[in-house]
């Protein structure tokens, strides 16, 4: 049994966890612990202060108790507002607290577009504009080239929690260029992992999502890798562990 440690800020779209879970394996355990979201606000000072460690501490002591092998901090957000370096000390702070490897959701998907062996990618972040663009900042500090970011101009995670098919769709469409060899998606609060292989049949491209980088990027911890067409084209990458 490989288990993996998330750490999810609030209520929103956790509900695509154990989704993945089911789509993953018998063998493999999400656990989830939810942390003090505090003010929900896609705002750059509550964002920094979203993953403080303090805040972060009881999420990882649950984790550390529950078996998790590995932990990643499911906010994108609340890692690239600090910048390339801010989230690399972020990180390294979680994996001495938590005494295991550790990561974030935002170096889950610097990882991920080197995975999928793309090179330019489009941005649609459910974000006011200028937190959409720290994120196209901290890709190209990652060495990641951006061929366009749409912002949907969403202040609460919680509104991005709500949306359905057609607005997931709506964003996807307009943030896809001719140019970029994959989608992104940067926000643990939208409800992606339904809609995987529907988004990728229509775009002709992978499509990377928050939750779904996530825990890729969490199996990556514990050297595991699986086989999930379910999940995109991320998890069909060579070489594989079948499920």
């Not at 709506?170 to 970029?180: K, M, Q, S, Y």
């Amino acid at each position: 049994m490989t288990a993996l440690g998330i750490l999810y800020p609030g209520h929103s779209a956790e509900d695509d966890y154990p989704r993945i879970e089911q789509l993953l394996g018998s063998d493999i355990r999400v656990d989830l612990v939810h942390t003090d979201l505090g003010e929900d606000a896609h705002r750059v000072e509550v964002l920094r202060q979203m993953g403080a460690p303090e805040r972060l501490a009881d999420g990882l002591q649950q984790l550390r108790l529950s078996g998790a092998e590995a932990v990643v901090w499911a906010c994108t957000s609340g890692g690239f507002v600090h910048g390339w370096e801010g989230a690399h000390e972020q990180v390294r702070s979680l994996a001495l607290t938590a005494g295991m490897p550790a990561s974030s959701t935002s170096f889950a998907f610097v990882h991920a577009v080197r995975e999928v062996g793309a090179r330019r990618v489009a941005v649609g972040a459910p974000y006011p504009d200028d937190v959409a663009l720290l994120f196209a900042e901290f890709l190209r500090a990652g060495g990641v080239e951006v061929t366009g970011v749409r912002g949907s101009g969403t202040v609460t995670a919680a509104e991005v929690g709500g949306w359905g098919e057609e607005e997931l769709f709506a964003l996807a469409r307009a943030a896809d260029t001719p140019d970029a060899d994959a989608l992104l998606l940067p926000d643990t609060a939208l409800h992606t992992i339904a809609h995987l292989p529907a988004l990728e049949k229509e775009l002709g491209k992978p499509v990377l999502t928050a939750n779904q980088v996530t825990a890729w990027e969490c199996l990556r911890l514990t050297d595991r890798r699986v086989n999930a067409p379910e999940l995109g084209a991320l998890f069909t990458r060579e070489p594989i562990v079948q499920v």
